[in-house]
């Protein structure tokens, strides 16, 4: 299947620091990257839809200027956490499909502790 | 109503049970239906899609019920490596917009014990 890669898979930072997370399709091209966050015993709950070449559609709820979307190329999309604090800490996934009827491939997912 | 509703769980089932989960979905709408698993601190991983006529993979079977927007999952022969939790996951058109999303239930924990 395709793959997605995600990186880093872990990471803990000190608060009001900022955090950069990239999503990779690997074997395919992405127009639209998907960007989740779960919390423990929780569902995930999607972030922002990443667009390639143009902005990110953030859904309700969710500070675009705090989580930073960039899907500079088909195969790249970043995720930035600015200025991060405690209840930032969470897991964060990114997600792509390969086509429009295709099932949605995940990154590995990235840990992020804020301390 | 939730847009995507799982069973609360936790089951808990002997090795070599049948186990059911159960899914509702409010938008019908909505145009593609997946089973995904995910395990503790990992990514979901596709199970199998699921399909009006039912689909049926060893032994995991899937069906969806259009008219009722209802889907369920059917695992035989339970193993202790079925132990997850099981998404369910409708995908279909965001309102006013054209592209897609996918909306996740909160998941239900399997436990094969042995």
């Not at chain 1, 705090?66 to 969470?90: G, Q, Y």
């Not at chain 2, 991983?45 to 059917?74: C, H, P």
């Not at chain 2, 995908?91 to 996918?102: D, I």
Request: charged share 20%; proline share 4%.
């Amino acid at each position: 299947g395709a793959v997605v890669s995600q990186h880093p898979s872990w990471v803990i930072c000190k608060s009001g620091t900022s955090v950069k997370i990239e999503c990779r399709s690997l074997d395919f091209q992405a127009t639209t990257m998907f960007w989740y966050r779960q919390f423990p015993k929780q569902s995930l709950m999607l972030m922002a839809t990443s667009n390639e070449g143009s902005k990110a559609t953030y859904e309700q709820g969710v500070e675009k200027d705090k989580f930073l979307i960039n899907h500079a190329s088909l195969t790249l999309s970043t995720l930035t956490v600015t200025s991060a604090h405690p209840e930032d800490s969470s897991f964060y996934i990114c997600s792509a499909h390969p086509g429009l009827n295709t099932e949605a491939f995940f990154g590995q997912g990235t840990r992020l502790t804020v301390v | 109503r939730k847009e995507v509703e799982q069973d609360p769980g936790p089951f808990n089932v002997p090795e070599g049970a049948t186990v059911a989960f159960n899914c509702t979905y409010s938008n019908s709408a909505s145009q593609s239906f997946f089973w995904y698993r995910q395990d503790c601190r990992k990514e979901p991983k596709l199970l199998m899609s699921v399909y009006s006529s039912g689909n049926e993979d060893g032994r995991f079977t899937a069906q969806l019920n259009r008219a009722s927007q209802y889907i369920s999952l059917l695992i035989r022969d339970s193993k202790l490596s079925d132990s997850a939790t099981y998404l369910c996951v409708v995908k279909g058109r965001r309102s006013g917009a054209g592209s897609y999303q996918l909306t996740f239930g909160k998941g239900t924990k399997l436990s094969v014990i042995p």
